[in-house]
């Protein structure tokens, strides 16, 4: 059922202050724990879904109120750079949106279950009910995919516009990857390990955003709201049990990650600028220095922000391995009309302060086994790679690492020299530049070999990556061997 809600400042689902639901009591409204003392944690999971009915799952999500008053705050703006100007000033709202209303008795009490495992959810080899359900919801939306996405944008910012100031002031070009990441995970909600350490590393990534536990029931009233709407062929009550249990599932895995890794470590961190090299007209190498030790790993990547473009998060991949006096390097090409990559080719200088989430990824070398690497590295993919061979050189074991570094042009080979340098230092290390103009870098690598013994990396452009995937996949390297970003958020930036 709908109801128009023409008041826009008027929050209408959120929890009262006592911590019973508010006016409108939405479905994901949590229970708030008792207050503890400052650095208590307090944190409860849900009852497994199948031994309580939807709305008592959905219940007993228990938010860890205990930060709740600490926002983001980002550094304030220099100068406003000759960046390119958002082109549009916010989600597109369809109108006035229909908000949905969840008539739904009151959460139960709290549950002290342990938290939920994924793998319960169904019996080996088969697809859960609930997953079929939501195939069934995602087969009717895919059509009007952006419609749905508009919609839940309105939905969340017109029923809580407290949490509009999470998000970047534009967001045309990724805001529907909420949606996406939501419906993907619900679609392999059976599909346990991977989508659990996905949704555990997308938890902790919410941290920098400011997202609290408390926001997660705001979210998913508004996917059902929206769901609700565009899958009304298909939607009824136990379509809609299916979706309040599953999200249920996904957002308690996040709070949970976020919880945890709130006892370890920042939520991001400053990093002052203290080189810029400009190496090509349009690429820089960025060197910071971040106020606190910063862990990650040869290969991986962090989310980066500029005082330029405040909330707005761009990946960029370590060039170093960790270093000892803690600094951390990035190889950095402007994109045609590219916000961030233009403010820290063309605008960024020694001193400017940037923020930092946490550094991601599985690109990482496994240092338990002998086998050789082969490295593709295409553009500025070329940066992780040159940390996978420092990573290698330190560890000090003597293993095969044939690197090959693809560019469109000569020109553009702008680290070749530390690369070949590299080479001269470590015998066991080949550098190969490959040039577009006279190869292709899958056409290079299938003339070398036998590469029977190696774990393949690849970094670089997602048509880089696809084609070299592909090679690899043709010359007998078996999947599991093959490590890379994901092509999804790569295409996402394309
Ligand atoms: C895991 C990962 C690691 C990454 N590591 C690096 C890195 O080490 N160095 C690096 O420079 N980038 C890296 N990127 C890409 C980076 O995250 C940004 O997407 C890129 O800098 C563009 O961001 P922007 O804000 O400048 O452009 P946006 O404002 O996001 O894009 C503006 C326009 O440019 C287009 N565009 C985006 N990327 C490209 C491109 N590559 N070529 C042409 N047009 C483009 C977009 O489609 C859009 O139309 C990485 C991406 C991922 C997912
Ligand atoms: C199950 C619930 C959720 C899922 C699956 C999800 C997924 C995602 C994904 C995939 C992104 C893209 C960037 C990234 O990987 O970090 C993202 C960004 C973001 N999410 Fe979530 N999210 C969820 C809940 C929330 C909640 C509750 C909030 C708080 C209101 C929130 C706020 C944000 C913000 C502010 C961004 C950045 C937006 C941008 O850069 O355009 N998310 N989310």
Redesign the pocket.
């Given at each position: 059922m709908f109801e128009a809600r023409h008041n826009m400042d008027a929050p209408t689902t959120t929890s009262a202050d006592d911590g019973t639901p508010g006016e409108g009591g939405g479905w994901f409204t949590p229970r708030k724990p008792p207050k503890g003392p400052e650095d208590e944690r307090i944190t409860t999971s849900p009852e497994a879904p199948e031994n309580r009915e939807a709305r008592e799952v959905a219940a007993a999500v228990a938010p860890d109120i205990r930060r709740a008053s600490q926002a983001p705050t980002a550094p304030e703006p220099r100068e406003a750079p000759q960046a390119?100007e958002p082109q549009a000033p916010g989600p597109q709202a369809p109108g006035p949106p229909q908000a949905a209303q969840h008539r739904v008795p009151p959460p139960q009490a709290q549950s002290t279950a342990p938290p939920i495992s994924v793998q319960q959810a169904k019996p080996e080899g088969k697809v859960s009910a609930d997953a079929l359900l939501v195939q069934r919801t995602m087969a009717e939306i895919e059509p009007v995919a952006d419609k749905v996405t508009s919609y839940f944008y309105a939905l969340l910012f017109t029923r809580h516009p407290d949490l509009r100031a999470l998000f970047p002031a534009a967001m045309d070009?990724?805001r529907d990857r909420i949606l996406k990441a939501l419906l993907t995970a619900a679609e392999h909600i059976d599909h346990t390990d991977v989508l659990v350490a996905y949704l555990k590393n997308l938890g902790r990534g919410h941290r920098k955003y400011g997202t609290q536990a408390e926001h997660y029931p705001a979210v998913g009233e508004c996917l059902i709201g929206s769901l609700s709407r565009y899958a009304s062929a298909t939607w009824n009550e136990e379509t809609e049990a299916a979706w309040v249990r599953t999200y249920t599932t996904i957002s308690q895995i996040m709070i949970d990650a976020a919880a945890e890794d709130e006892l370890r470590a920042p939520a991001w961190w400053f990093a002052e600028v203290v080189s810029h090299d400009l190496r090509t007209p349009d690429i820089a190498v960025v060197t910071v220095r971040p106020d606190q030790p910063y862990p990650f790993l040869a290969g991986q990547?962090t989310s980066l922000e500029t005082p330029w473009?405040p909330r707005?998060w761009?990946?960029?991949?370590f060039?170093s391995a960790p270093r000892p006096d803690g600094l951390l390097s990035?190889?950095?090409?402007?994109?045609?009309?590219?916000?961030?990559?233009?403010?820290l080719v063309h605008h960024a200088r020694p001193g400017d302060i940037l923020r930092l989430g946490p550094a991601t990824?599985s690109m990482t070398v496994d240092h338990t086994t002998d086998s050789g690497l082969l490295c593709l590295g295409g553009g500025?993919?070329i940066?992780?790679i040159k940390a996978l061979v420092e990573d290698v050189a330190e560890h000090g074991r003597r293993r095969p690492v044939e690197v090959f570094y693809g560019a469109r042009t000569d020109h553009d080979l702008y680290d070749i020299d530390t690369m070949l340098r590299l080479q001269q230092s470590h015998p066991w290390l080949a550098v190969r530049p490959i040039v577009d103009q006279r190869a292709q870098l899958p056409d290079a690598v299938r003339e070398y070999g036998p590469w029977n013994e190696y774990d393949a990396y690849l970094s670089g452009?997602p048509g880089m990556i696809r084609n070299g995937v592909d090679a690899l996949r043709d010359i007998g390297i078996p999947e599991g061997r093959i490590r890379h970003?994901?092509v999804e958020?790569?295409v996402?930036?394309?």
């Open positions: 390119p070009t990724q990547y473009w707005v761009r990946h960029y991949s060039a990035f190889h950095v090409k402007a994109v045609p009309a590219g916000w961030v990559s233009n403010a990824g500025t993919g940066a992780p452009p970003d994901s958020e790569l996402a930036s394309d």
